[in-house]
């Protein structure tokens, strides 16, 4: 069974395991954050991070999830 790219990483060097897991954890936020399809220029801002966050080490996506939900949090109270 092939695991579907994301357009946000494709053109980023992952291994199929860590895609998978990142597309995982991008998925994850994206319904936590109740983030439409259509939100298109949100959730190139969550997969920017996402990859960021892959390109540290980081590529557990619920430590991807948790992260990055506490900084949209943080970032919401200082709007």
């Given at each position: 069974m092939g695991t579907a790219v994301h357009p946000f990483i494709k053109d980023a060097v992952f291994d199929a395991e860590a895609t998978h897991a990142l597309a995982l954890?991008?998925?994850d936020i994206c319904a936590q954050m109740n983030l439409p399809q259509t939100a298109?220029?949100?959730?190139?801002?969550?997969?920017?991070?996402?990859?960021?966050?892959?390109r540290e080490g980081v590529f557990d996506p619920q430590v991807l999830l948790a992260r990055i939900l506490h900084e949209a949090r943080a970032l919401r109270g200082t709007l």
């Open positions: 954890a991008f998925d298109s220029a949100a959730r190139e801002i969550v997969a920017a991070r996402v990859i960021d966050l892959a």
